[in-house]
């Protein structure tokens, strides 16, 4: 990006869950979001046999992140810069909803916006007009989505390694653990333990407590 040029937010589709084929269709979108929302999610089994009280839940898995957005497009005009607002709708479909015509699916995608890179799937799309012109032509469309992340194969397969960076780890903290050297443990680096502290919600990373149970993501490529 030069110039100071605005980055707007992309999607790439590939035809392959490994990220090699990629496809020459791809989304831009007119306007880059207000926000998104990520969702992490740890399943856990808290079942308890019959008769017996209930126990700790039993760590199950880390479920799959959700990405959740919006796209506006705007064909009026009045941002300067005028769009058919059913072609732009339609281009979003073609990459990220219709079926690759060999593979009977819909395409892997990949977003991208600054520091944000997702490897994902639509889920659901749902897409709101809401101005017209006399004919009924629609002057404004909001597509609200939502997208499902995902470990290639590859990556899955490689979860025997219980050191690879590209995997989600779930750690208990011990006597003498810090936040930094549990870091360089999981990734090679202790850099990246402000980045687990957010996501865990630590407030106060420097007092692990012995037994707390800490989420290292991925890391992203």
């Given at each position: 990006?030069a110039?100071g040029e ?11 869950p ?29 079942t308890s046999g019959?008769?017996t009280?209930?126990?700790?839940p039993?760590f199950?898995?880390l479920?799959?992140?959700?990405l ?10 009045a941002?300067?810069k005028?769009?058919?607002?059913a ?11 219709e ?6 699916r819909p395409?892997?995608?990949k ?5 944000l890179?997702?490897?994902?799937v639509?889920k ?6 809401s101005?017209?012109?006399p004919?009924?032509k629609?002057?404004?469309?909001k597509?609200?989505a939502g997208f ?13 390694d219980?050191?690879?960076p590209?995997?989600s ?13 549990m870091s360089y ?18 407030t ?18």
């Open positions: 990006m110039g605005l980055e707007k937010l992309l999607i790439e589709a590939y035809r392959d490994e990220y090699r084929n990629k496809d020459s269709n791809m989304f831009t979108a007119m306007f880059n979001p207000e926000q998104y929302s990520l969702k992490y999610e740890v399943e856990n089994d808290d019959s008769g009280s209930g126990g700790a039993t199950q898995r479920k799959p992140q959700d959740n957005l919006d796209f506006t497009i705007d064909g009026t005009g941002t300067g005028a769009v058919d607002v072609v732009k709708v339609k281009e979003f479909l073609d990459v990220a909803y079926y690759q015509g060999d593979e009977h395409r892997y995608l977003i991208i916006w600054g520091s890179i997702f490897k994902c639509l659901t799309a749902n897409i709101k007009h101005l017209f012109n004919e009924g629609s002057l404004r469309a597509i609200t499902t992340g995902f470990i290639e194969d590859n990556l899955r397969a490689a979860r025997e219980s050191t690879s590209d995997l780890h779930l750690r208990v903290v011990k006597d003498g653990d810090t936040l930094p050297l443990k999981i990734y090679g680096d202790p850099k990246y333990y402000l980045q687990v502290a957010k996501i865990n919600g630590l106060n990373f420097r007092r692990l407590k012995t037994g707390q149970k800490i989420y290292f993501p991925p890391l992203t490529k």
